[in-house]
Structures are given as structure tokens and as C-alpha cells.
């Protein structure tokens, strides 16, 4: 009877779960006929932040910063600005804090506005505040993933390709700042991998590198391109699958003094 | 199952126009738009529960051909558990999903199939974070086209 019932399980569970299909166990990535999907997919904050988390507690609300934000006719800036502001939110949804939420929800419709999508964003960010005053954090995060995708799929309907790179880039930028910081004030090895991301920068370079000049005219872009390229060499794990102290440190102050030069600029 | 999905469409808040026909499924503005929303409700089961994974909103879509793989680049990080869900219109597609690693060895996961044949997905837990590649294809018994839709989720 037990081995009845053994081999029933056994045939439910390999008809749902089996083991993967047919496919050629290894693929050479430089085969000149692959066909690559160009859509890059930045990673969310939090999705990093899952993972350093299971590795133990860490301390969110340290990176929570009051910022102000100062709008321009600059869009390019406005854009990096926008994707920065989530990922902040992010933050602010992964230590628990209503009052920075709320605030960054405001900031987000704000800067939705100049970039001209508020009419898209504004039941979102209005549910980032209402759910962050209720502590419905699961809510928040959902939310503020549909504001970041609204923003990029409006950018994308309209041909503002550029500021659909800019967004993502200033998102990836924000939670970066902030995963370097927590590695820098609680170092470990295991949990530095996180950083390991060489081809992820090779495609923002490439994707801020093919952006018309005019979208990333003066200082501040410089800066941009001169932190990514300083990034790309630093952001690589060595044979042990670490990233040293001393490049986490360099990570953290490289990201830290960019995202001030966006807000300050 | 078409409740479920009607459901979904609404919920989702997704726009689209009448159907000309009774019958027909509501045309969505965009036929991936349609096809995301099938590997949507595949996903649901895996986005409840103690276990759940979270979806992100970002996807992909495109139109293959049977037999031309498409590779899609993405970055995953250690000790999360990822799952990718692949769907294509036709129940007769056979999609295929697998996962590579940046030196393009196929990774060890776990396949579902959902009831028709239209939609699979994998799950994998990366044993180091870096970049990896989802290879999304069909069975070479189809003929046409299909456009399709990959979401992913993590834990």
C-alpha cells in the first residue's frame, strides 16, 4: 500500500515538476547567430536586498536620507532623479519607515510631473502614500515596482528611449549606494558578492554610452560616465567570489558622491 | 481557467477594446500584453503562501520562430530562488525555458508544465550572483511564429 502510494506521488509530482527539457547543455556565448532579446531588466532594490537578508538582519533605516529635491529643465537629470527617488523608496519600504515613504510618494509625483507622465503615475504614487501611512508595505513595494515600469513603458510609448535608460540607471545607481553602504558598515565576504555585476554595468555603460549627446551634456554626465567606468573595474568578484573591504568602500563613497552630485547639480 | 483570466485582465487594469465577436477573448491593444497576462495566471499559485515569490513588473516579449532560440540577458543574485515563467498563444507552441550561466552551462532546475502546453517555467537557485541567460524557444513540431511573454519572480 505505502509503496502504492509512493509511486502515485512519485507520478503526480514528475507529470508538474520534472527535470528540465531538452536543451544543449552548454551554449557558446559567442555563437555570432544567438539572437539576444535587447530589453535589460535592472534589478529592484529589494530583490538584492532578499538576498543580504537571508544572511541576517541588516540595518535599513541607516540609509534612509532626507534629500530635497530640486527640480530643473533638465530631463536627463530629472529622469536619473526619478529612478533614484524609488529605489529610495525601496529602501524606505525594506526598513519599515512610514514618514520617508510618504515623503518619497510625493517626491515621485513631483518628479513625474516635470518629466510630463503624472497623469500615469499619480494613482500610484497616491497609493505609496496611503499604503505607507498604513503600514501596507507589501502594497508599497508592489506600487512602487508599477510607478518605475509606468514611467519606463509611458517614456517608451512616447520615443523618449534616452530617459528610459536614465531612469533605470539612476534606480540601479540608488540601490547600489545603499547595498554598498550596509556592506561597508558590516563587511563580510559572503555577503559582498552582491556587488559581482561587470556585465550589468557593461550594459548601463553601453546603454548611457548610445545615448544622444545632447541627453548627457555637462558635468554631471561626465561624472556619470567616469563613475560607471571606475564601477565596471571595482564591481568584480576575485577567484574567492569576493569583493575586497577596500572595494566595497570604494563602491559605496564612488556611488555615494554621484547620487549627491544628481541631487545637488 | 478563461474566468480566471478575465478576472486577471480586469484586475490588472490592462485597456482594451470590445471584441467584435462574442466569443473571442478581448483584444488587447497589445497581443503581448495578452500573452503576459496567460503566464500571469500561471504564476498566481506560486505568488501566495508562506513560500510566495514575488513578481516583478518588469518582463520581456517577442516573436520566434520554431527552433531559434532567444537569449535574455539578466542579473541574479545568491540565495534568492528565481522563477521564469514562458508563454506563448497557441496551445500547440511547446515552449521551451531553460537557464545558463555567464559561461553558458546549463544551469539544474526545476520545470513545470501548466495543463495544455503553452506555458512552462523553471525555477533555479544561482549558486553565484552574476549574469545569466534565459533561453526561450519552441518545439520544432509547431510551424508558424508565436509571440511570446517571460516574467520572472524571486524569494
Same mark, same amino acid.
Request: proline share 4%; aromatic share 8%; glycine share 6%.
Given at each position: 500500500?505505502?509503496?502504492?502510494?509512493?509511486?502515485?506521488?512519485?507520478?503526480?509530482?514528475?507529470?508538474?515538476?520534472?527535470?528540465?527539457?531538452?536543451?544543449?547543455?552548454?551554449?557558446?556565448?559567442?555563437?555570432?547567430?544567438?539572437?539576444?532579446?535587447?530589453?535589460?531588466?535592472?534589478?529592484?532594490?529589494?530583490?538584492?536586498?532578499?538576498?543580504?537578508?537571508?544572511?541576517?538582519?541588516?540595518?535599513?533605516?541607516?540609509?534612509?536620507?532626507?534629500?530635497?529635491?530640486?527640480?530643473?529643465?533638465?530631463?536627463?537629470? @530629472?529622469?536619473?532623479?526619478?529612478?533614484?527617488?524609488?529605489?529610495?523608496?525601496?529602501?524606505?519600504?525594506? &526598513?519599515?519607515?512610514?514618514? $520617508?515613504?510618504?515623503?518619497?510618494?510625493?517626491?515621485?509625483?513631483?518628479?513625474?510631473?516635470?518629466?510630463?507622465?503624472?497623469?500615469?503615475?499619480?494613482?500610484?504614487?497616491? &497609493?505609496?502614500?496611503?499604503?505607507?501611512?498604513?503600514?501596507?508595505?507589501?502594497?508599497?513595494?508592489?506600487?512602487?515596482?508599477?510607478?518605475?515600469? @509606468?514611467?519606463?513603458?509611458?517614456?517608451?510609448?512616447?520615443?523618449?528611449?534616452?530617459?528610459?535608460?536614465?531612469?533605470?540607471?539612476?534606480?540601479?545607481?540608488?540601490?547600489? =549606494?545603499?547595498?554598498?553602504?550596509?556592506?561597508?558598515?558590516?563587511?563580510?565576504?559572503?555577503?559582498?558578492?552582491?556587488?559581482?555585476?561587470?556585465?550589468?554595468?557593461?550594459?548601463?555603460?553601453?546603454?548611457?554610452?548610445?545615448?544622444?549627446?545632447?541627453?548627457?551634456?555637462?558635468?554631471?554626465?561626465?561624472?556619470? $560616465?567616469?563613475?560607471?567606468?571606475?564601477?565596471?573595474?571595482?564591481?568584480?568578484?576575485?577567484?574567492?567570489? &569576493?569583493?575586497?573591504?577596500?572595494?566595497?568602500?570604494?563602491?559605496?563613497?564612488?556611488?555615494?558622491?554621484?547620487?549627491?552630485?544628481?541631487?545637488?547639480? | 481557467?478563461?474566468?480566471?483570466?478575465?478576472?486577471?485582465?480586469?484586475?490588472?487594469?490592462?485597456?482594451?477594446?470590445?471584441?467584435?465577436?462574442?466569443?473571442?477573448?478581448?483584444?488587447?491593444?497589445?497581443?503581448?500584453?495578452?500573452?503576459?497576462?496567460?503566464?500571469?495566471?500561471?504564476?498566481?499559485?506560486?505568488?501566495?503562501?508562506?513560500?510566495?515569490?514575488?513578481?516583478? =513588473?518588469?518582463?520581456?516579449?517577442?516573436?520566434?520562430?520554431?527552433?531559434?532560440?532567444?537569449?535574455?540577458?539578466?542579473?541574479?543574485?545568491?540565495?534568492?530562488?528565481?522563477?521564469?515563467?514562458? &508563454?506563448?498563444?497557441?496551445?500547440?507552441? =511547446?515552449?521551451?525555458?531553460?537557464?545558463?550561466?555567464?559561461?553558458?552551462?546549463?544551469?539544474?532546475?526545476?520545470?513545470?508544465?501548466?495543463?495544455?502546453?503553452?506555458?512552462?517555467?523553471?525555477?533555479?537557485?544561482?549558486?553565484? @550572483?552574476?549574469?545569466?541567460?534565459?533561453?526561450?524557444?519552441?518545439?520544432?513540431?509547431?510551424?508558424?511564429?508565436?509571440?511570446?511573454?517571460?516574467?520572472?519572480?524571486?524569494?
Amino acid at each position: 500500500m505505502t509503496r502504492f502510494f509512493l509511486f502515485l506521488a512519485v507520478s503526480v509530482l514528475s507529470s508538474q515538476w520534472g527535470l528540465a527539457q531538452e536543451a544543449p547543455v552548454k551554449i557558446d556565448l559567442e555563437d555570432p547567430n544567438l539572437v539576444f532579446v535587447s530589453d535589460s531588466v535592472i534589478p529592484i532594490p529589494l530583490e538584492i536586498f532578499a538576498s543580504l537578508d537571508k544572511m541576517g538582519a541588516q540595518d535599513w533605516g541607516r540609509q534612509i536620507e532626507s534629500r530635497d529635491i530640486r527640480l530643473d529643465a533638465n530631463r536627463s537629470r @530629472t529622469a536619473m532623479l526619478f529612478g533614484l527617488v524609488v529605489s529610495e523608496g525601496f529602501i524606505g519600504v525594506q &526598513a519599515q519607515d512610514k514618514e $520617508s515613504v510618504r515623503r518619497l510618494g510625493r517626491d515621485v509625483l513631483a518628479l513625474a510631473r516635470s518629466l510630463g507622465v503624472s497623469a500615469e503615475v499619480e494613482e500610484h504614487a497616491n &497609493a505609496i502614500v496611503n499604503g505607507a501611512g498604513r503600514g501596507e508595505w507589501e502594497m508599497v513595494r508592489q506600487e512602487l515596482d508599477k510607478t518605475r515600469q @509606468t514611467v519606463i513603458n509611458k517614456m517608451k510609448e512616447l520615443r523618449d528611449d534616452e530617459l528610459v535608460a536614465l531612469v533605470s540607471l539612476g534606480g540601479w545607481l540608488g540601490g547600489t =549606494e545603499a547595498l554598498a553602504s550596509v556592506l561597508r558598515d558590516n563587511y563580510s565576504a559572503e555577503g559582498s558578492d552582491l556587488l559581482n555585476q561587470p556585465e550589468l554595468i557593461k550594459q548601463l555603460k553601453l546603454d548611457f554610452n548610445g545615448l544622444p549627446k545632447r541627453a548627457r551634456r555637462g558635468d554631471l554626465f561626465t561624472q556619470v $560616465s567616469q563613475t560607471l567606468e571606475h564601477l565596471e573595474s571595482l564591481m568584480r568578484s576575485d577567484d574567492t567570489g &569576493a569583493i575586497s573591504e577596500g572595494k566595497v568602500i570604494e563602491i559605496s563613497l564612488a556611488t555615494r558622491n554621484l547620487v549627491e552630485a544628481i541631487y545637488e547639480s | 481557467m478563461r474566468v480566471s483570466l478575465f478576472a486577471l485582465i480586469l484586475v490588472s487594469g490592462i485597456t482594451f477594446t470590445t471584441a467584435q465577436e462574442k466569443d473571442e477573448l478581448p483584444a488587447l491593444d497589445n497581443p503581448h500584453n495578452y500573452i503576459k497576462l496567460l503566464a500571469q495566471d500561471a504564476a498566481l499559485p506560486a505568488l501566495q503562501g508562506e513560500e510566495k515569490f514575488i513578481l516583478r =513588473e518588469s518582463w520581456w516579449s517577442g516573436r520566434m520562430e520554431p527552433g531559434k532560440a532567444k537569449l535574455i540577458q539578466v542579473q541574479l543574485f545568491r540565495r534568492n530562488a528565481y522563477q521564469f515563467w514562458l &508563454a506563448v498563444p497557441n496551445r500547440n507552441g =511547446e515552449p521551451i525555458i531553460n537557464v545558463y550561466d555567464s559561461e553558458g552551462n546549463l544551469i539544474p532546475s526545476e520545470s513545470l508544465n501548466f495543463e495544455g502546453t503553452n506555458i512552462v517555467s523553471t525555477m533555479i537557485q544561482p549558486e553565484i @550572483t552574476g549574469v545569466y541567460y534565459i533561453r526561450v524557444s519552441l518545439k520544432t513540431t509547431i510551424e508558424s511564429p508565436q509571440d511570446w511573454a517571460v516574467i520572472y519572480a524571486y524569494r
